[in-house]
């Protein structure tokens, strides 16, 4: 980023940057690029009156961090050793983008688990009949999974596509004999988990320093990606073991 940096010349709001960069991201908010500069990802100038003023370089280097997160799931740690290794020279990077990947996946044979996995689409909202006909279930099945708490429709009934993945899950695990209502101990650990992400993210979001919130979330995600490789591994571990005995 070295030739970036020799012909930015400071002087964009943050409202102009995000001009920029919505095109491509259409999520990116004043609050998520405050959490980037808190992280010390980008290092805006500032007035004499506080006001950030972003240069060409400090937007290209956003552009670098959202395409990492977004195309390499990559956390916010390896990609400012990235920037750190770019900056210094140790490293270059075409195009100034890391190069896309295929996206990855859950898997419960490698415990291959993104923190992207794990970020909310609000926007997604799923009828009872569309999950229905997803899941391929009948509508007994999607009450059973209600009541036990397993699905979880939101205040206007809709549902979201975790919760299509979730139905067709406990349909497969039924094929082998388990009914809903054993399904019960997984949701109770799955809580259990979520109890001890929340005790160590919620008072990071409650800090008042600028980008509190989107570092929780971001806190959040991670940690829910390690817990869910780790009750893999362990499951893995006992299920060998149980075949053993």
């Known amino acids: 980023m070295t030739a970036v940096r020799q012909q930015s010349q400071p002087g964009m709001s943050i409202g102009s940057v995000l001009d920029r960069l919505r095109p491509d991201f259409p999520d990116v908010t004043i609050s998520k690029i405050r959490f980037l500069e808190s992280e010390g990802l980008i290092s805006p100038q500032r007035t004499p009156s506080g006001y950030r003023r972003f240069s060409v370089e400090d937007c290209e ?13 990559l956390p916010l740690k390896v990609i400012k050793e990235q920037l750190e290794a770019i900056d210094s020279g140790a490293a270059t990077v075409s195009a100034e983008v890391p190069a896309p990947r295929r996206a990855r996946v859950l898997s419960i044979a490698t415990g291959d ?15 009872r009949q569309d999950l229905l006909a997803r899941a391929d279930i009948d509508d007994r099945f999607l009450t059973d999974l209600i009541r036990t708490g397993l699905v979880v429709p ?55 320093d600028a980008g509190a919130r989107d570092r929780a979330e971001e806190m959040v ?4 990606a390690l817990s869910l490789t780790l009750h893999t591994c362990l499951v893995k571990s006992a299920v060998r073991g149980s075949l053993d005995r």
């Open 61 to 73: 280097r956003l552009r670098f961090v959202l395409t990492a997160q977004r195309d390499q799931y």
């Open 154 to 208: 939101g205040a206007a009934g809709f549902f979201d596509e975790d919760a299509v993945t979730l139905a067709r899950t406990a349909k497969a695990m039924s094929e082998y004999g388990l009914e809903v209502r054993h399904l019960r101990a997984f949701k109770l650990a799955a809580d259990r988990e979520a109890g001890l992400v929340t005790q160590i993210a919620g008072p990071v979001a409650k800090g008042r």
């Open 113 to 127: 688990v993104s923190p992207e996995a794990f970020r909310v689409d609000r926007e997604v909202r799923v009828g």
């Open 221 to 224: 995600r991670e940690l829910a």
